[in-house]
């Protein structure tokens, strides 16, 4: 029995007057990738139609366009468009992405927790932004960033959250502006305060911004044009301070628009080059006009001085978050998995969701997917279903991921047991599974600590 799940905005697919269950949504979201792509002019050489799909709506695995018939899958007899059916999720399914499926990359689709606002064709945008990421990887390799360095980022310095947030303020101010030549003035101030910004910050996240902005910020604005979207969102306010990922997001595709309104050809001469960052592109289109503004386009000292006061509650504030959150997740009152590593054999990142990560007092915590292995095996966390798996991961070295971790507390478990066998042993229970080689298990109330030997 699938589960029924209500949408509201059900006009948009026709007048209907049953509930919509998750296998419809997932044809009628592929339908609409189908009908959005022949009907819309997305980016140069970018078809979604020539990317594999995969849907999963909390009970099977829809494959749709594949080449072949990968393990475990069968081909389907009820639905022409779907070329293959998984019965539940398939390993591969863990976010709104793109992944390798029987040796083929193809854009991934969760469906199975759809919110009451999300439309078909908002849910048609997120398949078409993941198949983007298809045909970045294979046209345009260097549009990605270090997540590394993510990690790194310098969120705490409020000088430098004062001028994010100016700089964000005066693209909000362009984008609005109906005024071709002040909407220009608005960008170019945006573009100054991010040229001072980057000189006093470390190059590589500067980098970072950049290479997210083409990474993610164009995907967005490619499923902007699949669900109709004709501008950005800026939050009230600006972004927090260690919203750095997901502001990419936003300002690249701002830059995009920004783009479209001053030469509608820059995406075949950008796609031809492909290595310019988006706010570079901007700035030569600007030069190349070489418009003046005729009104004034510049912060007031009272904006200014406003903001940079924010910027120092807000780093405050930042740091009592992290610690809070630590504490928070140390108090949860469920079954507890702690896995050690061996000295000098720490555990390495295999997978993780960056927009599902929070920087904590003393470490990293995954809110949604992690997975980490190394010669003596592997643990995979995901939120699933009804579970709610949170887990703290503490580096081994320098950087809190990259240089490995020595420690994996995880909480949110139902009471288990483990298989042993000898000095191996294994888990599996709903939105867990471990399995190392090497170790010794000892337990205390609900907590099961996993030493790596």
Known sequence: MKRPILLLTLLIIGACSHQVTSDEIAVLVAEEVERSANTKNFWPRFDPMAVPLAIYDGNYTYLYRHPANPEGFTRSEDNERTGFIYSGRHPAMTANSSTDIGGTMTATLLIEDVKPEQSISMLAGVAIHEAFHVFQREWHPDWAANEGDLFMYPADSPALLSLRRLETEAMRRALENPDPSDSQCWTRLALSLRAKRFSEMDPQFAAYERDTELNEGLATYVQYQADGRKTVTFPTGGFGAPDVRPRAYVTGAAFALLLDRIDIEWRDQFDADGRQSLDEALQSKLISRGSKSSG????????????????????????AARKERRAGFDDRETWRLVIKAADGKPLWPQGFDPLNVEQVQGGILHTRFLRLGNDQGHVETIDTGDVDIEAFSVGAGPHPLFNGIEEVSIVGLSEHEFTTRGDYVSIQIPGLKAEFAGASIHRSGRETVVQLK
Request: proline share 0%; charged share 35%.
């Open 296 to 319: 004034r386009c510049e912060f007031t000292d009272t904006e200014i001085s406003s903001s940079n006061e924010r910027a120092l509650r807000d780093v405050a504030a930042l740091a």
